[in-house]
Nanobody, 125 residues
Framework: QVQLVESGGGLAQPGGSLRLSCAAS????????MSWARQAPGKGLEWVAG????????SYADSVKGRFTISRDNAKNTLYLQMNSLKPEDTALYYC??????????????????WGQGTQVTVSS
């Protein structure tokens, strides 16, 4: 069965960095686009970044553009999110998600059929 397991979350200071990982199994990872989404306390789920199945194309929410970088290693079935210049408003539970498509079609979450359990990121001094 499809499994997505996030790791790498934790506590970071404002301006600091964290790198999230998502280990995927149970499907052909290199055939599907992937994304990261997050949910802050008391808020809805927000799409953060997406990457095409072959890694050739990436897209970002305006709130993280220039600070976060999504990448993937198809040989290792792993998705990454490098987060730099972290802000307190980045505090959230971060999820990786498997798309039903090979490319990312904007910020809609409707094209994702499997989600991980999430990893907590807290940005605070």
């Amino acid at each position: 069965q499809v499994q997505l397991v996030e790791s790498g979350g934790g506590l970071a200071q404002p301006g600091g960095s964290l790198r999230l990982s998502c280990a995927a199994s149970g499907f052909t990872f290199s055939w599907k686009a992937m994304s990261w989404a997050r949910q802050a306390p008391g808020k809805g789920l927000e799409w953060v970044a997406g990457i095409a199945s072959d890694g050739s194309d990436t897209s970002y929410a305006d709130s993280v553009k220039g600070r976060f970088t999504i990448s993937r290693d198809n040989a290792k079935n792993t998705l990454y999110l490098q987060m730099n210049s972290l802000k307190p408003e980045d505090t959230a539970l971060y999820y990786c998600a498997k798309s039903t498509q090979k490319v990312v079609y904007g910020s809609s979450l409707l094209e994702y059929d499997y989600w991980g359990q999430g990893t907590q990121v807290t940005v605070s001094s």
